[in-house]
């Protein structure tokens, strides 16, 4: 309610900035609710709007919304392409929470298709990055995220998990950049 009300105020406003965001609000309460094609829709005119005044960090922020909803879809091509694009603009804004989100992403998305230790190491990576910045899961997230991390681990041993972890958190800058988009080339 209180997004579709900030949605008519910032268009009666002319704001562009923070119509996309409302847009990419109610997108994502949309897909919280499983409302998927209500969400996409939002979501892609969030993502246009943001395109076109040049707001990159709104541009990132609806791409990887929209990743989230490609995975949750299936659609897990696209879903790398959304990801991979939002996490090269989060990078470029500094954006660390971004990132780990992007990085999150990418480790459901290795999970399910069988890339159980590039799936940890991913984990591992976001999980360190969210340290760094005192920033946890937030609740509504936290059942989608341990559902997928027990996918990894349930597909290896315990020592072959954990060192995988071990290793994505000791990754930094932009040595897990390039792993992160690496995971990309292999599963796309």
Known sequence: ?????SLHLYRELGNKVGVAQALNNLGIGARQQGEYDKAWAFLEESLAISRGVGSKISIANSLECLGFLAFKQTDYKRAVTLYSESLTMFKELGNMLGISC???????????????????RLFGAAEALRETIHTPLPPIDRDDYNH?????????????FTAAWAQGRSMIGA?????????????A
């Open 1 to 5: 309610m209180f997004y579709e009300e």
């Open 102 to 120: 992007c990085l999150e992403g990418l480790a459901r998305l290795a999970s399910v298709l069988g890339e159980l230790e590039r799936s940890a």
């Open 148 to 160: 997928d991390v027990a996918t990894a681990r349930a597909g290896l041993d315990e020592e072959t």
């Open 175 to 187: 040595r897990l950049l390039v792993f992160a988009l690496t995971t990309v080339g292999v599963i």
